[in-house]
């Protein structure tokens, strides 16, 4: 089963920028969806924005026009690029695939947005 594994988090301003790698220790060609979700303290895990394998993406309102998934399967790699960061933003990110019977999740990695 394909690894995920997590990067780029880290401590920003409000109105900053962080992106996100989610590396797959495998192919991610015929993967057809993969997605970012992030889960802050006290609080569900909650979906932030999904590619399919042929790019097409859908996000979360609460981060549509800030934040823009991409994929690059030829380097099985998933991007998260984060822009004009708002503390509601501070939470651990994961990286999910529909894989497996559970789907496969990355170990997360933390982003903190200060005021």
């Known amino acids: 089963q394909v690894q995920l594994v997590e990067s780029g988090g880290g401590l920003v301003q409000a109105g900053g920028s962080l992106r996100l790698s989610c590396t797959a220790s495998?192919?991610?060609?015929?993967?057809?969806?993969m997605g970012w979700h992030r889960q802050a303290p006290g609080k569900q895990r909650e979906s932030v924005a999904g590619?399919?394998?042929?790019?097409?993406?859908n996000y979360a309102d609460s981060v549509k026009g800030r934040f823009t998934i991409s994929r690059d399967n030829a380097k099985n790699l998933v991007y998260l690029q984060m822009n004009s960061l708002k503390p509601e933003d501070t939470a651990v990110y994961y990286c999910?695939?529909?894989?497996?019977?559970?789907?496969?999740w990355g170990q997360g990695t933390q982003v903190t947005v200060s005021s």
């Open positions: 495998g192919s991610i060609f015929g993967i057809n969806y």
């Open positions: 999910y695939a529909p894989i497996g019977p559970f789907g496969s």
């Open positions: 590619i399919t394998s042929g790019g097409s993406a």
